[in-house]
Structures are given as structure tokens and as C-alpha cells.
């Protein structure tokens, strides 16, 4: 018998359930968790993993309708079955993020998710910190049909990204692009 599943807030409904199949994705996947944050969608994380943990991933599974989950994001690398092996089980929609997690660069990771055969729907966003934060976007954007809310804050984001990237704009011209890049420092 493998040890009972334990979960953060039990008790407590989660619109999201971000499931990794490591605890070395989570640096990566933390982006994920700030997203859901700054729109204040309930969300809850497990290490669980479709090849290590297999029992204890359909016992997780089992417990969405209770908990009340409407959105699983799966992040896993190298030979990710995990976004697969839950939209098997489950009629939510699943959405994977492929992860470096050596070797390949992620690309395993991609294939493994992505090239699902028809009838199970996995949707896979980009391999790294990109599909991190785009995992939570999405799942904010399907919550969003039913909140209006939620709908407004995905609006107001929007703009102040755009707003971002002009006052960046703004600056080079203002700058040049040598002086620019000096002030900005590091490369990302
Ligand atoms: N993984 C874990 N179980 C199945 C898979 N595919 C993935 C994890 C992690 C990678 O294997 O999601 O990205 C390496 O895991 P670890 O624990 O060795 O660092």
C-alpha cells in the first residue's frame, strides 16, 4: 500500500491542481503558482509522478470532483507520460508544460506530451519558464468564461504588459541601444 495521499488544504475547494513529477521541477514551475497568485485562483501543488507514483496519481486524480479541481496543469521532463496519464482518467481539461530536465533540452519532454493520439486532449504550452507562466494564463482564461471577474483581471493584465513593453520602448529610443542594454544588465 503506498502511504495516504496528503494534501495542503484538504478541506479546502482548488480550482487548480498543479501536479510535477519531481521536486526539481518546482523551481521552475513556482511561476506557475505566482500567476495563479496575482489572479487569486485557488490552486494547490503535489509531487507526484506517472512512473515513481502511479497508485498515488489515481488516488489524486479520483479526488478532483470532491475537491472541486477545473483546471490540472502537468509539468514533467524527460519522458513525460504524466499530463497523459491524467487526461486519461479525467474529462477536465489538462494542460502540460514540458520541462528541461537535462539531456535533451526538453524536447523529450515536448514529444512524450504532445503527440497524444485523438480522443485525449492534452494542451501542451511552450518547454520551460514560457509554458510555466502560460500554464497558469490558460487556466485563468478558461476559468474566466464562467467569472467575469476573473475575465477583467486576464483585460487589465493584458494592458499592463503592453504598457510595460513601451516604457521599455520608450527608454531605447530615448537611450540608444548600447546605453540601454548597459543600464539593463544582465542578459535574461
Ligand atoms: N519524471 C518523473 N517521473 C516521471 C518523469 N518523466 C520527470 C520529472 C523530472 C525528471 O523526470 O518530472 O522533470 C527528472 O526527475 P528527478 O526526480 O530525477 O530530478
Known sequence: MPPKLKTQNSKLKTDVAIIVGSD?????MTRTVEALKEFGVAHEV???SAHRTPQQLEEYIASFGRRGVKVVIAAAGAAAHLAGKIASATTLPVIAVPLDAGGLGGLDALL???????GIPVLTVAIGKAGATN???AAVEILALG?????RKLAAHRKRMAADVTRKN???????????????????
Open 24 to 28: 526539481s521541477d518546482l523551481p521552475v
Open 46 to 48: 503535489q509531487v507526484l
Open 112 to 118: 512524450s506530451t504532445v503527440q497524444m493520439p485523438g
Open 135 to 137: 500554464a497558469a494564463l
Open 147 to 151: 467569472r467575469p471577474q476573473l475575465a
Open 170 to 188: 520608450t527608454a531605447l529610443q530615448r537611450l540608444g541601444v548600447e546605453e540601454y542594454v548597459r543600464k539593463k544588465g544582465s542578459p535574461r
